[in-house]
C-alpha cells in the first residue's frame, strides 16, 4: 500500500509554455503532499507544502506565482510550472502523508523529469 | 532551523563488506523522527530504516541498522553484507512531528563493488 504516483514520468516543452505535473495517492488519503526539487547528483530541496483545501505555504526563495500548487482533492496536488525557462529545467518529485492525524512518514513519487528547451 | 550533514559525498564497499554512512543533526527539538533513504538510478525514493527520538533501542531492519546517539545528535546507517542492488545515493532525513516536514541531507553517493 501507501502508492504515490505521479504523471508525466517526463516531459519536455518550448521555453515560454506552463507545464502541470500531477501527483497521486493511489491508495491512501493525503491531507498534506510536499513538492521537492532535485537537480543532478544533489539533494531534495523542498519547493512547497500542500495541504487539501487551503493555499500551499512555498519555501523561502521559491517564486509562488511561477510554481502554482493546487491540492484539490485528498489524493491529487498539482504543480504547474509557468513561463518555463532552460533554469527550471530540473527533477520535480512529489510526496505525501497519509490521513489527518500526525504521521511519522512520507511516502514518494517516482519523480518527473522536466526540461525546458 | 533543522539541519542535517552528511560528511561523506562519496563511498565504495566491496560486496558483501560492511560500510557506515554518517549523519549529524542539529535541533533544539526533543521528539522527532530520523530516516535514512535511498534513491537508486531510477530516482524513486526508497525508506531504508526509520528511528523514533524517544526510542533508545537502535533500529533494525534486516542488513540495515543504525548507531542513534541522541546526546551527539548523530545517526549512522550500517549496511552489513552489501549487495550490488544497494548501489545508490543515500539521503539522512530529519522529521519534526508537527508538520511532517522533512530535512534531507546532501546525501553520500555509495558503490558497492563486485
Known amino acids: 500500500g501507501a502508492v504515490v504516483s505521479q504523471h508525466p514520468s517526463w516531459v519536455i516543452c518550448k521555453s515560454g509554455t506552463s507545464v502541470k505535473i500531477e501527483c497521486r495517492s493511489l491508495?491512501?488519503?493525503?491531507?498534506?503532499m510536499f513538492w521537492y526539487r532535485q537537480f543532478p547528483k544533489q539533494s531534495l530541496m523542498l519547493m512547497a507544502t500542500s495541504n487539501e483545501g487551503s493555499k500551499a505555504t512555498y519555501e523561502q526563495g521559491v517564486e509562488k506565482d511561477k510554481f502554482l500548487i493546487n491540492h484539490a482533492s485528498l489524493t491529487l496536488s498539482t504543480l504547474t510550472v509557468t513561463s518555463a525557462h532552460p533554469e527550471d529545467s530540473s527533477f520535480y518529485i512529489c510526496?505525501?502523508?497519509?490521513?489527518?492525524?500526525?504521521?511519522?512518514?512520507?511516502?514518494f513519487g517516482p519523480g518527473t523529469r522536466l526540461t525546458v528547451l | 532551523a533543522q539541519t542535517v550533514t552528511q560528511s561523506q559525498p562519496e563511498m565504495s564497499v566491496q560486496e558483501a563488506e560492511t560500510v557506515t554512512l554518517s549523519c549529524t543533526y542539529d535541533?533544539?527539538?526533543?521528539?522527532?523522527?530520523l530516516f535514512w533513504y535511498k534513491q537508486p538510478p531510477s530516482r524513486q525514493m526508497i525508506l531504508v530504516i526509520r528511528?523514533?527520538?524517544?526510542?533508545?533501542q537502535n533500529a533494525t531492519e534486516n542488513r540495515f541498522s543504525v548507531n542513534f546517539q541522541k546526546a551527539a545528535k548523530s545517526f549512522s546507517l550500517k549496511i552489513s553484507d552489501s549487495q550490488l542492488g544497494d548501489t545508490a545515493m543515500y539521503f539522512c532525513?530529519?522529521?519534526?512531528?508537527?508538520?511532517?516536514?522533512?530535512?534531507f541531507g546532501t546525501g553520500t553517493s555509495l558503490t558497492v563493488i563486485p
Open positions: 535541533t533544539s527539538e526533543n521528539n522527532y523522527y
Open positions: 491508495d491512501f488519503q493525503a491531507t498534506t
Open positions: 528511528q523514533e527520538a524517544y526510542k533508545q
Open positions: 532525513a530529519f522529521m519534526k512531528p508537527s508538520g511532517n516536514q522533512f530535512y
Open positions: 510526496s505525501a502523508v497519509p490521513g489527518r492525524l500526525l504521521y511519522n512518514e512520507q511516502f
